[in-house]
T-cell receptor, first 109, second 114 residues
Framework: GQNIDQPTEMTATEGAIVQINCTYQTSGFNGLFWYQQHAGEAPTFLSYNVLDGLEEKGRFSSFLSRSKGYSYLLLKELQMKDSASYLCAVRDSNYQLIWGAGTKLIIKP | ETGVTQTPRHLVMGMTNKKSLKCEQHLGHNAMYWYKQSAKKPLELMFVYNFKEQTENNSVPSRFSPECPNSSHLFLHLHTLQPEDSALYLC?????????????FGQGTRLTVV
């Protein structure tokens, strides 16, 4: 079966750095997405990786290793507004998006 | 505001009722999706429409019936639902189903079946 694993919940301190991991087992691979979802709101797109390596976008970076079936989302200079759930999703060989259950990130002052 | 609008935002319905959820996008996207989001579970893909044609139906019970009259509008018709169908129903659209084409989500409809 297809599976996406990410931690259920993480806690970090304002101003610090946090890394949210995602491992996947899917039938084929056509890209990996990270989304942010604040409570009661729509998920919003953060990043897309299809080749190995690091993609940097401001305070957020996303890394992919296809051989290891592994990605992480790195958030720097954490702000209180970064408190949200972070969803990892992989597009499989049929171009279907397979989703993880999300990681709830709690930022403390 | 993501460009995808869903109505209503909240819905309470009895098990014998019939209701419809509406989704609208004017982003020029060709693919539209219905997802179910339950607490602490992954997003469940229910239906996919690509260029108004249904391309995926992930073993969804027949009490959920999608309709896509044009590339900008998507409906989810509900009838004789069960309490376990209570969840957040999200509509999304994307330019295509391939490549880096990310999905844009609506705010969702919080459905409670009583």
């Amino acid at each position: 079966g297809q599976n996406i694993d990410q931690p259920t919940e993480m806690t970090a301190t304002e101003g610090a750095i946090v890394q949210i991991n995602c491992t996947y087992q899917t039938s084929g691979f056509n890209g990996l997405f990270w989304y942010q979802q604040h409570a009661g709101e729509a998920p919003t797109f953060l990043s897309y990786n299809v080749l190995d390596g690091l993609e940097e976008k401001g305070r957020f970076s996303s890394f992919l290793s296809r051989s290891k079936g592994y990605s992480y989302l790195l958030l720097k200079e954490l702000q209180m507004k970064d408190s949200a759930s972070y969803l990892c999703a992989v597009r499989d060989s049929n171009y279907q998006l397979i989703w993880g259950a999300g990681t709830k990130l709690i930022i403390k002052p | 505001e993501t460009g995808v609008t869903q109505t209503p935002r909240h819905l309470v319905m009895g098990m014998t009722n019939k209701k419809s959820l509406k989704c609208e996008q004017h982003l020029g996207h060709n693919a539209m999706y219905w997802y179910k989001q339950s607490a602490k579970k992954p997003l469940e893909l229910m239906f996919v429409y690509n260029f108004k044609e249904q391309t995926e139906n992930n073993s969804v019970p027949s009490r959920f019936s999608p309709e896509c009259p044009n590339s900008s509008h998507l409906f989810l018709h509900l009838h004789t639902l069960q309490p376990e169908d209570s969840a957040l129903y999200l509509c999304a659209s994307s330019l295509s189903q391939e490549g880096p084409s990310e999905a844009f989500f609506g705010q969702g409809t919080r459905l409670t079946v009583v």
